[in-house]
C-alpha cells in the first residue's frame, strides 16, 4: 500500500464527521496557542524586566540613608532627617577606600518649575556628579554632559531628558539656548537620548540633570551638604557581594555605630534585585506554560477518546477492510494518520491563534509584544508527539481487530 | 484422482476446526475434505450451526484450520501468517456479503478501487479497473452514487463489481441476496451465473433457500460439522422439483 493513499484515506474519514473533527482539533488549537500565547507573555515580561535592569545602570548599588530606631534608655535618636546621614565625605571614601567600587556619585534630588519663553513645565531634576551617566548606562543624544570642574564650581547648567526638551523647545534646539528653572537661568548643555516609559508606565525621558552642587548651592541654598542617596557601581557584576558588604562596614565605621546597633543607611545591590525579579518572571513563565500544557494535555485526551469512539463506530468498516485485505498495519496506519494529521492541522492554527493572541495581549498590556520562536515549534512538535501518543493505542485496537468478529459487528 | 487435485482452486483435507470459549469447546467442522475445480459453481446449504459458516471463513483465508490442510490456487495457506492471509484475501478471493458492506459515505467507485489500494496499484489504473468492474455490473453511470443512494440490488452489484476489480481466483458469496427482493435476487443471480458461464469464475456461494441454490452446478451439504451431500445440479427445474420432494 502506497503512503499517499494512507494519507488520503485518513483525511477522507476525518471529512466524513466535520463536526467532530473540528471539535477535536479545538482542544489542539487552544492548547497549542495557550502555550504560545503564555510562554511569549512570560518571555515578553522577563525582557521587560532585563531592559529595565539595563536602564539602572550596570553592576549598580544603591546607598540610602534611613531612620534609626535604636529603643530603649537615653534620648531616642528616633527618626533622624534621612538626607542627613550621608555626607560628600562618605562618597570620597567609598570610592577611594573600597577596591570593589569603579565609580560613585551622590544624588540630590529637587522639584522645580521648567521655563523658556511662554513654555513651561514642572518636573524632576537630579544632582550628581560627573560619573553619573556612566553609572547608570545612559546615553547623550544631542550636546555634552558636564565635567568636574562644573561639580566644583558648581555651573549653572543642565542636561534635559528628552520629554522636557521636546515641551520646552517644541521643534527647536535646546542645547546651547538658556532656561530658566525655580527662577533662576541655566544653560542647556545637552539632551539625554530617550529610554521611554519603565513598567509602571513612569516617563524615564522627564527627568533632568545638573551637577549636585549646583542643587545644593544654587537653587536650595542649603547650608547643609545634604545627599538624598550614594549611586554606586562596582567593577563587575561579580564585585556587587563584595562592594555592599564592604560599603556596609566602612560606613558603620564612619558613623560610628557600634556592633549591635542598627545601620543608619541601607545598601540596595540592584543586580540581585534584578537576578530576583527575572528569576520570578522566569518561574512565572515556567508555571504559566505548565499549566498551558496541561490543557495541551487535555486536547490530546480528547483526541484518544474520540479515535477510541472512532474505532468502536468503524469496527465494521475495520472488518470489510481487512476482508478485501488490508493488513493490520495497513488499519493501524490510517488511524494514526487520521489522529496525527488531526494534531498537525490543529497544532498550526494553534501556533497562528498563539502568534495573534500573544500579539494582542502585549499591545493591550503595554508590553513589548515578542513571540517565542522556541514556545512556537515546541508546541507544535508536541501537539505532533500527542497525535502519535494519544492515537497509538486506538490505531492498535483497531489493528488488532479479529476481521470475522469485526465484520459481525452491528 | 491426482489429475483433479492439480486443477483444483480450492483443496480441504481432513479439515477440523475446533473453538474454545473457556471451558466450552465446539468442534465446528469434523473431517471436512473438499475439491473445487476451476469455473466451478458449488452451492453450499446446511442449518445453522452446521459448520459452513466456519468453513467459509476458512475458505476466504479469515480463519485458520486447527487441522488439516487447506491450498487455494496450488498455495498452502493453512500456515500462512496474518499478514500474509491478508495479502492473500486481497488478490485471490473476492468477497460478497448479505449486507453489502460497502464503506459508508465513500462513492461506489471508490468503494470498487479500495482493494486495489491495497494491492498498492496506481490511481490512474484501478480508476480505469474500477470503472470497467462497474460497467460489467450494469452500474457505469452510478459511478459516483454513495452507497445511501442506491438501492439494495445496485449496492449488491457494486459489492460484486469491487469483488472481481482485482480479478480473484475465486468469489465467496455469503448469502449475497439474503437482504434482496425475489426479484432483484433474480437479477444478481443471473449476474453470478453470467460469471460464472461466461468468465469461467470460480463461485462458492452459501445459501439456505433451494430457489438461489439451484441457479449453481453443484450443491454440498452441511450437517454437524461434516459433509452430508455432495451432488452435482443437473438442471434448474429438476433440482426445484427434487427439492420440493425432500421438503414433504
Known sequence: ????????????????????????????????????????????????????????????????????????????????????????????????????????????????????????????????????????????????????????????????????????????????????????????????????????????????????????????????????????????????????????????????????????????????????????????????????????????????????????????????????????????????????????????????????????????????????????????LFSAATGIFFGYYPAHKAASLDPIEALRYE | MPESAAMSVISLKDVHKIYRTGEIEVHALRGVSLEVSRGEFVAVMGPSGSGKSTMMNLIGCLDRPTSGTYILDGVDVSTMSKNQRADTRNTKIGFVFQSFNLIPRTTAVVNVELPMVYAGISPRERRERARTALANVGLAEKENSLPNQLSGGQQQRVALARALASNPAIILADEPTGALDSKTADEIMKIFEQLNAERHMTIVLVTHEPDIAAHAKRLVRFRDGEIQEDRPIRHRDEELKLQAQLEI
Open chain 1, 1 to 380: 500500500m502506497r503512503i499517499i493513499d494512507i494519507q488520503k484515506m485518513a483525511v477522507h474519514a476525518l471529512g466524513k464527521n466535520k463536526i467532530q473533527t473540528a471539535l477535536t482539533m479545538l482542544g489542539i488549537v487552544i492548547g497549542v496557542s495557550a502555550v504560545i500565547a503564555m510562554v511569549s507573555l512570560g518571555q515578553g515580561a522577563q525582557k521587560l524586566v532585563q531592559d529595565q535592569v539595563a536602564g539602572m545602570g550596570t553592576n549598580v548599588l544603591q546607598v540610602q540613608g534611613q531612620g534609626q530606631y535604636s529603643g530603649g534608655g537615653g534620648g531616642a535618636r528616633g527618626s533622624t532627617d534621612q538626607s542627613q546621614v550621608l555626607t560628600e565625605a562618605d562618597v570620597d571614601a567609598i570610592r577611594k577606600e573600597i577596591p570593589a567600587v569603579a565609580m560613585a556619585t551622590p544624588v540630590v534630588q529637587a522639584q522645580g518649575q521648567f521655563v523658556n519663553g511662554n513654555q513651561n513645565w514642572s518636573s524632576r531634576i537630579e544632582g550628581s556628579n560627573e560619573f553619573y551617566l556612566d553609572i547608570r548606562g545612559w546615553k547623550i543624544a544631542q550636546g555634552e554632559f558636564f565635567t568636574e570642574s562644573d561639580v566644583r564650581t558648581a555651573s549653572k547648567i543642565v542636561i534635559l531628558g528628552k520629554t522636557i526638551a521636546d515641551t520646552l523647545f517644541p521643534g527647536g534646539e535646546a542645547v546651547g539656548q538658556s532656561i530658566r528653572i525655580r527662577n533662576l537661568p541655566y544653560r542647556v548643555i545637552g539632551v539625554l537620548a530617550a529610554k521611554g516609559q519603565n513598567s509602571n508606565g513612569q516617563d524615564q525621558d522627564d527627568t533632568a540633570i545638573m551637577p549636585y552642587t549646583t542643587i545644593q548651592k544654587k537653587m536650595l541654598g542649603a547650608a547643609l551638604p545634604r545627599i538624598q542617596r550614594i549611586t554606586v557601581s562596582a567593577i563587575s557584576a561579580a564585585a556587587t557581594g563584595p562592594a555592599k558588604d564592604q560599603i556596609t562596614a566602612l560606613l558603620r565605621e564612619r558613623h560610628q555605630i557600634r556592633p549591635g546597633q542598627q545601620d543608619d543607611f541601607r545598601v540596595n545591590n540592584i543586580t540581585e534585585v534584578a537576578e530576583a525579579a527575572e528569576n520570578t518572571t522566569r518561574v512565572m513563565t515556567l508555571l504559566l506554560g505548565s499549566i498551558a500544557a496541561v490543557s495541551l494535555l487535555v486536547g490530546g485526551i480528547g483526541i484518544m477518546n474520540i479515535m477510541l469512539v472512532s474505532v468502536t463506530e468503524r469496527t465494521r468498516e475495520i472488518g470489510i477492510r481487512m476482508a478485501i485485505g488490508s493488513r493490520g498495519s495497513y488499519i493501524r496506519m490510517q488511524f494514526l494518520a487520521e489522529s496525527v494529521i488531526l494534531c498537525m492541522v490543529g497544532g498550526f492554527i494553534g501556533v497562528l491563534a498563539g502568534i495573534g493572541l500573544s500579539l494582542t495581549i502585549a499591545h493591550v498590556m503595554g508590553w513589548p509584544s515578542f513571540v517565542s520562536p522556541q514556545a512556537a515549534t515546541v508546541a507544535f
